[in-house]
């Protein structure tokens, strides 16, 4: 038989991403290991103080909170309010700045860098931590150094508080849009259900009479209205519905974020689109449209549920600009320095010839999930 391969164990501290985790788990787990590197050649530097050593001994504790979110399962209600990311992020970030605290001059000079990019990405152009650290570090060569360390600390932890607000944010509107998709299910369930009970409530209002000279009743799946003619609509409006996402797949731009957004955003066109049909040849039956108050076949009426479906489309790119806005409210590493707490993204500059300077916009490649249909 074949060896098998050896088992990966994880070091002492127990940093190994477990498998078939979230993405989010998986950068979270391998940056506490760092962390704890840090803290670990920080221990064994010795000449620390008292007071050192007690935060040395406070940052550890962080890390193994938030080892213990990251191995502990995801309930449901954990996964809803976000209790388990808000833990592990949380200590975390106090971890990484009690590391900040405890550098040395060589360790230190380098987190100049880092905390400055973490506060222009989080931090307005218009914060004061930011515009005295902004101006400190560019004075000393982009380098810390004890003198300002104080301050780098509370740059830090207002960058990350401000990043834990936008990952709230996040959460907080993914929740908005599966209670929207919650609730619009079970009122296209309902009306099935309806449609089945009682067809004349509803059924028959998807029934039309077929022009004259036969002048006959037909719905959507024969001659006398039934509980399928619900069902059958609203099957014809979630493809629309399914075909309209479908063809916005190809602006769709994907997202860090431990949240899914994008997902939730092309999950709540379905039942909207279920919606949408029956309650476009509603409008259609009721007389609403001048000139347009009747149906030739069955055919024609499937083919306008199918087209409601789509049109769903112009309600729901309404929320997608809105989950636009959120998703670009939650900066990150990937993403470029804002010139505003508003996130217009700064302009690069270069000199002309005769040394003038001259703005030049960056044509940017990425194109966003949200501009559908266009």
Known sequence: MPESRPRINPDEAGDVA???RASWHQRASAYVA???AELDRIGVRGNLSGEERRLLTKAEVQLDTAREALDGRDTLLSSISGSVVDRVWTNIHRAEQSTLRLANEGDLAWWGAEVLARTKQHLGAEDPIRT???SRVELNGRKLDARFRDLA???LRAANEAQDLERSRLRSFRNILLMSVFLTSVIAGLMVVWGYVAPQAIARKLCFDSPPPNSALFCPIGATPQGGDVLLVEFFGLCGAVLAGAVSLRNMQGTATPFMLPICLLLLRLPVGALAAVFGLLVIQGGFVPGFSNLDDAAQLLAWALVFGVAQESVTRLVDQQ?????????GPSRGFDDEAGGKPAEPVRQSVDGA???VRKRSGRRHFFNLLR
């Open 357 to 359: 300077p001259v703005n």
């Open 18 to 20: 477990g498998q078939n």
């Open 34 to 36: 760092e962390l704890q």
């Open 323 to 331: 989950g636009k806005k959120v998703i670009e409210n939650a900066r």
């Open 132 to 134: 005295e650290l902004e």
């Open 153 to 155: 600390v509370r740059a």
